[in-house]
């Protein structure tokens, strides 16, 4: 893959249609789902929970009011703030906010900078230094209360550890065909923007999450010979399609000159599958 001068290149391995997609390393990081014991029906974790991830009972911390997550970072589980060469030494709420409601329940999301100790001294979070601007998005959580109480409880947290390129999103709750959807967006810095979103379907009070990899291996298997997704691919939720820009062989990371991939999606048992797929030849 060629690079146009001033350009990042993302390693990551491209979608192709010989079958042997590679997976897209979702999780450079250990991710934490939390679920606290006050919201214990809120969220169904997944089965394929990390090996000494900690559990709803060792992670209950109380609640936290929601004058103080305006301003204050919590104590995160997965990364500690402080005491540890190996991790951030600085904290601070980038942004906070309302994000939506269902029925009684409110939802709240924060943005978090963390800033790692091998950064130099004088890069601190909210100044205008390039690892300041560039970690301003850099950890996430998700929060929940009764609509008449001012205190909240933590339903997700997402830090990755100080070497992280993830970089984190306002949280969206939207209606689909197939139901009420929870998004996280993630993406991966660089010019790949890929995306390692996470999408939760409500499901009788709780969230369930939804896999959003396995249509990608199968829309790599229906390109057409010689064509490659070299980019993140971002569904739009509202209408529950998605588009993709097409590589050949020689073609420069900005320009794919492969035409597009059109694609219609759907959810199906928790699952984004792909309902129909249009390639559009270049012009």
Same mark, same amino acid.
């Given at each position: 893959?060629?690079?146009?001068?001033?350009?990042?290149?993302?390693?990551?391995?491209?979608?192709?249609?010989?079958?042997?997609?590679?997976?897209?390393?979702?999780?450079?990081?250990?991710?934490?789902?939390?679920?606290?014991?006050?919201?214990?029906?809120?969220?169904?974790?997944?089965?394929?929970?990390?090996?000494?991830?900690?559990?709803?009972?060792?992670?209950?911390?109380?609640?936290?009011?929601?004058?103080?997550?305006?301003?204050?970072?919590?104590?995160?589980?997965?990364?500690?703030?402080?005491?540890?060469?190996?991790?951030?030494?600085?904290?601070?709420?980038?942004?906070?906010?309302?994000?939506?409601?269902?029925?009684?329940?409110?939802?709240?999301?924060?943005?978090?900078?963390?800033?790692?100790?091998?950064?130099?001294?004088?890069?601190?979070?909210?100044?205008?230094?390039?690892?300041?601007?560039?970690?301003?998005?850099?950890?996430?959580?998700?929060?929940?209360?009764?609509?008449?109480?001012?205190?909240?409880?933590?339903?997700?947290?997402?830090?990755?550890?100080?070497?992280?390129?993830?970089?984190?999103?306002? =949280? /969206?709750?939207?209606?689909?065909? &197939?139901?009420?959807? #929870? $998004?996280? %967006?993630?993406?991966?810095?660089?010019?790949?923007?890929?995306?390692?979103?996470?999408?939760?379907?409500?499901?009788?009070?709780?969230?369930?999450?939804?896999?959003?990899?396995?249509?990608?291996?199968?829309?790599?298997?229906?390109?057409?010979?010689?064509?490659?997704?070299?980019?993140?691919?971002? =569904? /739009?939720?509202?209408?529950?399609? &998605?588009?993709?820009? #097409? $590589?050949? %062989?020689?073609?420069?990371?900005?320009?794919?000159?492969?035409?597009?991939?059109?694609?219609?999606?759907?959810?199906?048992?928790?699952?984004?599958?792909?309902?129909?797929?249009?390639?559009?030849?270049?012009?």
């Amino acid at each position: 893959m060629q690079c146009v001068p001033g350009c990042h290149i993302t390693t990551r391995a491209p979608l192709r249609n010989n079958g042997r997609v590679q997976s897209r390393g979702r999780r450079s990081f250990t991710k934490v789902v939390v679920a606290f014991a006050l919201l214990a029906t809120q969220v169904a974790t997944p089965q394929n929970r990390p090996a000494g991830q900690a559990t709803a009972k060792s992670l209950l911390r109380g609640s936290f009011s929601l004058t103080s997550l305006s301003d204050r970072c919590p104590e995160f589980v997965q990364s500690k703030v402080g005491g540890n060469p190996d991790g951030f030494r600085e904290c601070k709420v980038s942004e906070f906010g309302k994000f939506g409601s269902i029925g009684q329940q409110t939802y709240y999301y924060a943005l978090y900078c963390l800033m790692p100790n091998y950064e130099p001294t004088q890069a601190k979070c909210g100044g205008d230094s390039y690892p300041a601007l560039s970690r301003r998005q850099n950890g996430m959580a998700v929060f929940v209360g009764n609509t008449a109480n001012a205190r909240v409880a933590l339903l997700f947290e997402r830090i990755g550890d100080q070497w992280s390129t993830l970089i984190y999103d306002q =949280p /969206q709750i939207l209606k689909v065909a &197939a139901g009420t959807l #929870l $998004y996280l %967006p993630i993406r991966v810095d660089g010019t790949g923007h890929f995306n390692v979103s996470d999408y939760f379907i409500r499901d009788n009070g709780t969230w369930k999450p939804v896999e959003a990899e396995g249509w990608l291996k199968d829309l790599a298997k229906r390109l057409p010979a010689g064509l490659e997704i070299w980019k993140g691919v971002w =569904p /739009q939720l509202g209408s529950m399609t &998605a588009e993709a820009g #097409l $590589y050949r %062989p020689g073609d420069t990371n900005c320009c794919p000159t492969g035409g597009y991939a059109q694609i219609s999606l759907a959810i199906r048992s928790g699952h984004f599958v792909i309902k129909s797929l249009v390639v559009e030849k270049p012009e």
